[in-house]
């Protein structure tokens, strides 16, 4: 957690806002979006006249049958969209023609051809409604659609313009590995569909044949009756309509050696060559079958047959459609039309394959989950991850699995598939591209406050955005310069629609009625016109868990946890806590509420803030809009306008770690009301079943860590001994209380392991020598059996390696510490209430040990001779200095960055693959321990 | 002859036995600072042999032989062959002109022996079928032969020829061989020393011949040892320790350990009777050629060779049985008990005024050759100046058994077999620190930088 995004939204106005130059001034005044014209009024106003409150993905199709469609969005829930009127928006994005290359029979060719359309990408913006987005127009085959393409298009809609443009790139390579994924998915539908309809044209071939053959028997006579005639033109339909279908199994066949002119567009070559044994396989059966009927149905010859009546067949086609199989039973063809409307057309999935229907859905719902919060929260995420994989060394110690994700350049062309053939490519996140600043100096100027060092960095980085806006007009695409003016000219009208928004913001809840379903047949509805939502439907909409919590309920649970946290918290401290935990959810629960409380916050937090810190923070939240803050989705939005939830913005993508998103947002939902709750009732943490550990489960974790350290006084002495390598054995007999203790202590054991395997959470037997080498933190029952005596041997008898915390009791036997680097983050008082900030608080803290430690651990004259007149003790002094004066560390602060330096060397020599045949070392020394208590 | 009889049974309990029990964790001469478990054995793991700087083999009752590289923890190799227990592993060094091949004995209660390659895993040689199983192996290089010892004595050349072999009358076999000056051998049988010596002739053929037979000991011997080349040294289940010379085979000294109670208060104590014989037990005896080492009971005594005094002991050193001692300079030294500690001792002079009733509670005779078990002994206090303290400096815990045996790789570390399975490599965490920086530089050299 180098960046810390989710610290960004508490940076300081003189820090921030002011002495930096606005990173988007210099933006053209078309890429720009009008900043609100009323001051006084909210700042998130600007996303006030979208009616959607987040970026989704919207799928639409062009149907022939009725026109613009929307088929589905991700996520696929009615309330993202809110009021959004989907229809409207796809008749806009659906209408850029942008199939400029001939459908159906080009001149001068026989056969009907496929076309072989290029996706198109486009950036719609639709200033009356709010919306922008990325438009990505594709095609996809069709026996039955006219001229066999159905036209589609994929849409990631934002309210901010600026997101789309500056990660066009990103969305264009995304969408594009989508439709990649369909239109393989596709053509093996395509082809499979050509069989079945080749089949039942050679049936009805060989029945007519038959028929014919009959007729002949009869009579010359009957050979030139009308029915006669008939019969033989039918057949000579039929004929040539297998011969048309065999030319498009060849073409479908023939799609992969096409340049492509589509820098993104390279597919799976496994997919390419599956399917295309698939369709040769096809062409090669019917090439086979074709032989009876006298022409040796190659290519050459066939492309010699022609035939007039092109556009005839075209409609045959689709006629002959209705009848396809789902079987390979072959069925007789009938010449005879069908209306055009009466028939179903294909859906999606039906289109594509199933599986790569899913794939293609998937990577969208990802290309959404990657996308979420706004740019600035992107940027910083971003800017960690790359910075996290240049520490590589050091990362395993405290940072979550980052994952081997996109080594390459954004952009470049990378094979990719979604159907798993390339499994390392599959599942992984590609950030956003944001161009990337130099690091970020080290060194904070004050290493108490994380946030002023996050807000930094960040100024450092934003004034490098700047520099790429002012590039990025160039290197976006021709559609998307043409948008930006088509965005232009649709401002006047947009600015107008703005007023009258937010005056009924209230009411532009999310509706429940506008139902969004994938399926065409379903009656196309208007939502836009019924806005009959209130404010009180907010509160059931998220299932329950995140119903707002009022003032009083906050209050209560306030003076709850207070009595839980018992004698070890002052009244003092209590009155302080609670005076600044109101305001915060307060302004929490008004974000429910939506803008009528808004403009109070301002006023209640001046007298309500005793922390000047907060008060500030607050203050400015509410009163500045902070350029790169503006649709400030964050854990730490005070007056979010984001009325839907409070959680809308607690979402923070995390990695390919993540579980169900939609879940994730229930959770850190319950998180924010958390803050002021005991959060003792929690369930227990997966950890030590062997599951990897996510972000989201840290930063719950993070909760139950800063509750230790609020109850315990000897909370320090217990992170120290972790920090240092010594083995923390928590002792007790509830084993959920022990648990959750555990997995929140787990947060401090460097080098925990991608599944924790450093920890175990729960432990029922004596353990031994090789388990307190294993584990660095164990959760032990406490029995009063003959099993609970022997591990209460076992407990003294490896006293010496172990410290030992005592839940049942309130004691922690350990080493005595004295130092300071840990008061920081094991304050007793700590005006910290949010697990989730405390878990930042801790990350940053850990982040800037583990640099520490890197720094030692490469130094080469603090572990080596300079010269070779110098003996180890002139090392072993330098040493020492460095660590006691260079870094300011004590006798005990010395060890943590000793340990951790071992183990970043241990990891550095460890062979890359596989584990080595060496047993692990287990270090320790030998030091008196001493009993704490309450 | 003398007896020092001192102190009571208070100054026991408050001197010796408190201090050897709460050494604490605060132990700054104690460097090992960090260990590896080595996993691999079955079942108990009861014999270490070096083979050279850096690999040592274990053995144990699931007649596993196991090659580790001390310096990194690995295993190097799984010898498999044996289907019971170990009972005898020892070094077989043949060099031939140059270079030095080492290699490793086993002998094993299904009544064979092998011979392995420690490079490559192989089993060069191995005889089965044989009478009984061996229970003692003895190398001698010199000669280029080596025997066993169990219910007979055998000597076998390098090839695995059996070059003689003879039967014993004894029923227990020989439990220990040591070899002696001019080809010399002695055997312990139960409570006699036999004396062999081997005779080749000049068609290379080795006879075996009995020279003498030293019973001078009253019960099993436990121990036998060489001193240097014209000492021995041999224990036995009583206490009794006594000091051959290798060339006359005389008794040099007699030294009776007995713990024995003070007879200073003999009013109102209670005899507990004789100490139990299993308290006075010689266990094991190491030497470094100037001091004798003997585990006595669960009790460490040290003995001067050249003054043939007792320089240090304590009574109660372990919470068990000592099993196993080493000495690792003139002043410190090493021992692992069926307790399943090691434990780090150093001998240090008496803080001045000594306390005499720190001295201790064992009786000790010294007996010339003539004089041997006639009347009582005279009684006479040692010197104060003399005696010197046995302090316990650092102890090993780790193993969840008793500690069979432990070899001392100097610097490199310490390898500690036990009957919980598993051998601890205790090391001194400084210098593997150090030991590991040196190979991140010269990987981060190698890989050209981060």
Known sequence: MIGSPDVVAFTKEDEYGQTTPDPWASIPEEFSVPLHPLADSNPWAKTSYAKFTKDFILISEFSEQVGPQPLLTIPDDPKVCGTFDLNYFSLRIMSVDYQASFVGHPPGSGYPRLSFVEDSRVVLGDSKEGAFAYVHHLTLYDLEARGFVRPFCMAYVSADERKIMLQFEELSLRFSQASECLKAGNRRAFAKELQRKLQDLEYTHSVLQKEEGLQREAGPQSMYSAHAVEKANELANVEKSIYEHRDLLKQITSYHHRPRRDPHAVTCQKCMSECLSECEELLDKYAKLAGPYSYTGKVEEEGQIEDEAGEDELEEEEEEGIKRRPSYTPQLIKAKSAKCFDKRLKTLQELCDETFYEASVELLKETERSFRGDLCYLHTRHLDRVLRRKQRVTNFLFEEEIGDEDEDEVGTIRPFCAVNHTVDNCTLLNPPPIVLGPEPPEESTDPLDPASETSQTLESELGLVDSRLESSPSDLTLETQESSEETKGSFSSGKSGIKQNLAGMKSEAPDPDSDLTPDPDMERESSSDDMETTAGEDEGENGGDQTPVSLLEVVSELESSRADEGEGVTEEVCDIESDLLVPIDTACCMAQEGFLYEASAPEAAPHLGQSSHMQSSQVLVVNQEPQALLPVQDDYTVGSPCSESPAAGLELPVG??????????????????????????????????????????????????????????????????????????????????????????????????????????????????????????????????????????????????????????????????????????????????????????????????????????????????????????????????????????????????????????????????????????????????????? | MLRWILGGREAQSSVEKTPVLCIGEEQPKNWFTELQ??????????????????????????????????????????????????????????????????????????????????????????????????????????????????????????????????????????????????????????????????????????????????????????????????????????????????????????????????????????????????????????????????????????????????????????????????????????????DGSVRIWEIQDLPLPAEPASAGFFGMWTFGRSGKQTGPPSKKVMDVPNIRMLELTGDLIGHSGAVQMFVSFKENGLVTCSTDHLLILWKNGERQSHLRSLALFQKLEENGGL
């Open chain 1, 656 to 934: 390919p770690l993540a579980d169900a998103v939609s879940r994730a947002s229930v959770e850190d939902g319950s998180d924010c009301t958390m803050s002021a709750s005991t959060g003792s009732d929690r369930a227990a943490s997966p950890l030590g079943y062997g599951g990897v550990v996510t972000l989201r489960q840290r930063k719950k974790a993070g909760q139950g860590a800063l509750r230790f350290v609020r109850q315990y006084p000897f909370a320090m002495q217990a992170l120290w001994c972790l920090l240092s390598g010594r083995t923390l054995v928590v002792l007790g007999a509830d084993e959920g209380r022990v648990r959750r203790l555990v997995s929140a202590l787990a947060l401090f054991v460097p080098g925990p392991g991608k599944c924790g395997e450093r920890v175990q959470a729960w432990l029922c037997c004596p353990f031994s020598l090789t388990d307190l080498q294993r584990w660095k933190l164990i959760g032990l029952q406490r029995v009063a059996s003959p099993v609970g005596s022997s591990m209460l041997y076992s407990l003294s008898r490896y006293s010496r390696y172990i410290s030992i915390l005592d839940t049942d009791q309130k004691t922690l036997r350990c080493p005595p510490y004295r130092g300071q680097l840990l008061a920081n983050i094991a304050d007793h008082r700590t005006y910290i209430r949010r697990g989730s900030t405390y878990f930042l608080h801790i990350q940053s803290t850990l982040c800037r040990l583990a640099a520490k430690a890197f720094l030692f651990t490469f130094t080469h004259h603090l572990h080596l001779p300079v010269s070779s007149t110098e003996g180890p003790e002139i090392v072993d002094g330098r040493r020492r200095c460095f660590l006691q004066e260079q870094l300011g560390l004590g006798e005990e602060d010395s060890q943590i960055l000793l340990y951790l330096s071992q183990l970043i060397t241990q990891q550095y020599l460890q062979p890359p693959t596989g584990s080595s045949a060496a047993a692990p070392c287990f270090a320790f020394n030998y030091t008196t321990s001493v009993l704490y208590k309450i």
């Open chain 2, 37 to 338: 478990v080595l996993k691999g054995h079955f079942d108990i793991v009861r014999f270490l042999v070096q083979i050279d700087d850096f690999r040592c083999a274990s053995a144990g009752d699931d007649g596993l032989v196991l090659v580790w590289n001390v310096e990194t923890g690995e295993k190097l190799l799984e010898l498999r062959g044996h289907s019971q227990q170990i009972t005898a592993i020892t070094t077989f060094k043949c060099s031939n002109g140059l270079t030095t091949h080492t290699s490793l004995i086993t002998a094993s209660s299904d009544r064979s022996l092998s011979l392995w390659d420690p490079d490559t895993g192989n089993r060069v040689q191995t005889i089965s079928d044989l009478q009984s199983s061996v229970k003692c192996l003895l190398v001698l290089e010199r000669l280029c032969l080596w025997l066993s010892g169990g219910e007979e004595l055998c000597v076998w050349n390098k090839e695995f020829q059996l070059q003689c072999h003879r039967q014993n009358h004894s029923d227990t076999g020989i439990t220990a061989l040591i070899e002696l000056p001019k080809n010399c051998v002695a055997a312990a049988m139960d409570k006699e020393i036999v004396i062999y010596r081997l005779i080749l002739s000049a068609d290379s053929s080795v006879s075996v011949a009995e020279i003498r037979c030293l019973s001078d000991h009253r019960d099993q011997i436990r121990a036998l040892i060489n001193i240097n080349d014209n000492l021995f040294a041999s224990g036995s289940h009583v206490g009794e320790l006594i000091l051959w010379d290798a060339v006359d085979l005389n008794i040099l000294a007699y030294e009776h350990i007995l713990w024995e109670e003070s007879q200073s208060s003999p009013h109102a104590e209670i005899r507990m009777g004789a100490p139990k014989p299993s308290e006075m037990s010689i266990q094991h005896l190491t030497t470094n050629g100037k001091l004798i080492l003997a585990a006595v009971g669960s009790g460490l005594y040290v003995y001067s060779v050249e003054t043939k005094t007792v320089v240090a002991y304590r009574k109660v050193a372990h919470d068990s049985d000592v099993l196993h001692t080493m000495l690792l300079s003139d002043s410190e030294l090493m021992s692992c008990s069926e």
